[in-house]
């Protein structure tokens, strides 16, 4: 069974980068039968697309993050991470890593998330 | 882009059958049969139970099911239960990104 746990700081300072990793086990993140990506949900809010990357490293983000994100692999470890360059207050937000089967615009699997404040 | 249209709440008696709608353009929802509806009960990660419009995952309750017409998504629970009470989202593909509704929260009266 596929799982995912979310990991990184929870506090990020303004201006910063924000960097999170997902450890992903029950199947590789070389396999081609799922995309890996992030969804973030603001306090009390909706939730947010930030971007999927596929297992060879295709990468598709929401346009209105892309100046700023980055996502990437780790095979070695089974992990896949985000980064999100120059936060801000906005960037506070719970933070998912999931798995999407086959096509990147289902998400199968998600994490339990994790919560990140940006503060000064 | 702009999120796609829910509304922010809903609401049903044990028993009845709810409707919610999710409203695109023909840019995203009117365009492709590729959106899907998310169920996220209180403090929990969100949950597949809608992809590809009318298809459930394996250990959905067939309570729930799902249909398009041109621009507009509807999931509709039937045989409200209690533990249906949770907020709901939709989302579907854009060309080459994916895009989320507001999320409606569905309370069972």
């Known amino acids: 069974q596929l799982q995912l746990q979310e990991s990184g700081p929870g506090l990020v300072k303004t201006s910063e980068t924000l960097s999170l990793t997902c450890t992903v086990s029950?199947?590789?993140?070389?396999?081609?039968?799922?995309?890996w990506g992030w969804i973030r949900q603001p306090p009390g809010k909706g939730l947010e697309w930030i971007g999927s990357?596929?297992?060879?490293?295709?990468?598709y983000y929401n346009p209105s993050l892309k100046s700023r994100v980055t996502m990437s692999l780790d095979t070695s470890k089974n992990q896949f991470s985000l980064r999100l360059t120059s936060v801000t207050a906005t960037d506070t937000a719970v933070y998912y890593c999931?798995?999407?089967?086959?096509?990147?615009?289902?998400?199968?699997?998600w994490g339990q998330g994790t919560t990140v404040t940006v503060s000064s | 882009q702009s999120a796609l249209t829910q509304p922010p709440s809903a609401s049903g008696s044990p028993g009845q059958s709810v409707t919610i709608s999710c409203t695109g353009t023909?840019?995203?929802?009117?365009?492709?049969?590729?959106v899907s509806w998310y169920q996220q009960l209180p403090g929990q990660a969100p949950k597949l139970i809608i992809y590809?419009?009318?298809k459930r995952p394996s250990g959905v309750s067939d309570r729930f099911s799902a249909s398009k017409s041109g621009n507009t998504a509807s999931l509709t629970v039937s045989g409200l239960q209690a533990e249906d009470e949770a907020d709901y989202y939709c989302?579907?593909?854009?060309?080459?990104?994916?895009?989320f509704g507001g999320g409606t929260k569905l309370t069972v009266l």
């Open positions: 989302n579907s593909f854009a060309g080459s990104y994916v895009i």
């Open positions: 590809e419009v009318t």
């Open positions: 023909s840019s995203d929802v009117g365009n492709y049969d590729y």
């Open positions: 999931v798995a999407s089967k086959y096509y990147y615009y289902h998400m199968n699997v």
């Open positions: 029950g199947d590789s993140i070389s396999s081609s039968t799922y995309y």
């Open positions: 990357i596929s297992y060879s490293w295709a990468t």
